[in-house]
């Protein structure tokens, strides 16, 4: 923690010398020392800002550095031979350290962007860059709103971070209501980082989350998309529901998640989820996208899957929720992937019975889609308690049969993330190899492939 701060002067900026905080040069990356040094050498002002700061200040390890400084994006682009602008307008420089490691540089950003106010049809005016004043204030928290002159080791304050940093308390910058209602993806992040640095919002920034939460359906997509997978991995995604929940926010954002009784539930898996991203577990997105939504589709499906075999679950979530997904922006593999995970728990739920189980049970484990679907069956059961031989027989199966298909390296184990699944499932045979417990019933005719189906079915 930040050791002296207990002398304030009102006036900004604040200007704390290295031995009275405790971040220093030696837990910042060197390579990023090497970019902070390298603009400074080119003749201009240079600071880490933003959540690293942060971060460092309360001895965490940041996710990654942010840099802004006075020098335009090509000054920046002249002084590195591996470094491209980017953004709307050419406005950032991505400076790269390796192949895929770089530091975003930002050029100080006047108070009031002059292409936001342009898209909001008022009169434009002609700088977007600024000075470091101006980009401090145009920041969304005071705790964001720090930065470190590496040349010194100072940490500058503009705007009280310190003294909230001390006090756990995330405040925003200016008026709450007016900059959650020009931004309101603010008030997610509100939530996200009081969960994450375990803070409290300020009585005006929690009074005005809550009046402004409903403007969150104006918000872009995208966005809110990303700001959902920032959540899901942050470690601390239980803590942001319940506080979104808390701000009135979940209702208007994620209407279907709204009714209180997912909630505990919900909250159970979630807390799994942050356990496995504080061992440093990295899931994957199908995973982390189905603990949120799986009492929706449990409730649609039946957990027991009723007497539908899960390729027909598959489908039913695929349409029962299809606009959902849209609206959430997620692409349409990923969407496979997500009804695929959840459609299978009923197989996983109970395993055995019927006369082509054995079959059956090769075919399913040695599927694509198999290990994203036990990943999330072990969170699943780790958080209900439930289940927990079929998990035990599951593992068996796989690791025998995984000895099996070690000596055959074609056949995949798992779906990556960002391709399509090597061996892909087909829809249109998936019930021929399915268990038919009870009947026996008459083939039914083969199906035509539906069209909206490209290569995410559900096959066994
Ligand atoms: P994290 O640890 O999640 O990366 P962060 O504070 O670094 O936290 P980023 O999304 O990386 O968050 O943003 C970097 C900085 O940019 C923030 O610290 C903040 O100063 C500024 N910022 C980001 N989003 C906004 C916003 N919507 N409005 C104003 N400032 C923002
Ligand atoms: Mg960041």
Redesign the pocket.
């Known amino acids: 923690m930040i050791s002296v701060l207990s002398i304030f002067r009102k006036q900004y900026p604040i200007v704390l010398p290295a031995e009275r905080h405790v971040m220093s040069r030696g837990s910042i990356d060197p390579e990023v020392l090497e970019i902070l040094a390298r603009i400074r050498r080119g003749g201009y002002k240079a600071y880490l800002v933003?959540?690293c700061v942060?971060?460092l200040l309360l001895g965490k390890k940041p996710?990654?550095f942010?840099i802004a400084t006075e020098a335009r994006p090509r000054q920046v682009k002249q002084l590195f031979r591996r470094c491209y602008l980017i953004g709307r307008r050419f406005r950032l420089a991505h400076v790269y350290m390796s192949r895929d490691r770089f530091v975003e540089v930002a050029t100080f950003r006047a108070a009031v962007d002059p292409q936001e106010v342009q898209d909001a049809g008022r009169y434009a005016a002609n700088n977007v860059f600024g000075s470091i004043e101006e980009d401090a204030q145009?920041?969304?928290f005071t705790v964001?709103?720090l930065y470190f002159n590496s040349a010194d080791s100072t940490v500058i304050d503009y705007t009280g971070g310190l003294r909230d940093l001390e006090k756990k308390l995330l405040r925003s910058i200016g008026d709450p209501e007016t900059r959650f209602a020009d931004?309101p993806?603010?008030i997610i992040?509100a939530a996200r980082f009081c969960a994450q640095l375990d803070f409290q919002p300020s009585g005006a920034d929690l009074k005005a989350a809550k009046s402004c939460a409903p403007l969150i359906r104006e918000a872009n997509d995208q966005r809110l998309r990303e700001e959902l997978f920032?959540i899901l991995r942050c470690g601390a995604s239980e803590g942001t529901i319940r506080n979104l929940i808390r701000f009135g926010l979940l209702g208007e954002w994620l209407p279907e998640l709204a009714p209180k009784r997912y909630h505990e539930a919900l909250f159970a898996r979630l807390a799994v989820v942050d356990r496995r991203r504080a061992k440093g577990e990295d899931l994957p997105v199908c995973v982390l996208v189905t603990a949120l939504l799986y009492d929706l589709f449990a409730e649609a499906t039946g957990t027991d899957g009723g007497r539908q075999s899960f390729q027909e679950a598959f489908m039913l979530l695929k349409e029962r929720f299809g606009e959902m997904a849209a609206k959430m922006r997620l692409p349409r593999q990923e969407w496979d992937n997500i009804c695929n995970t959840a459609a299978r728990q009923m197989i996983l739920m109970r395993p055995g019975g019927g006369k082509n189980w054995k079959r059956f049970e090769k075919k399913f484990a040695g599927n694509a889609y198999f290990s994203q679907a036990m990943l999330f069956f072990e969170i699943l059961v780790e958080a209900t308690g439930e289940h927990a031989e079929q998990l035990a027989y599951w593992r068996r199966f796989a690791h025998t049969q995984g000895e099996a298909v070690d000596s055959k390296p074609a056949r995949p184990e798992a779906v990556r993330r960002d391709r399509e699944p090597v061996v892909k499932p087909r829809a249109d045979s998936a019930d021929e190899d399915a268990p038919k417990p009870k009947r026996r019933r008459p083939r039914r005719p083969r199906k035509k492939r539906p069209q909206e189906q490209p290569s995410g079915g559900a096959s066994a």
């Open positions: 933003g959540g942060r971060d996710k990654d942010d145009r920041r969304d964001n709103s931004d993806v603010r992040r920032k």
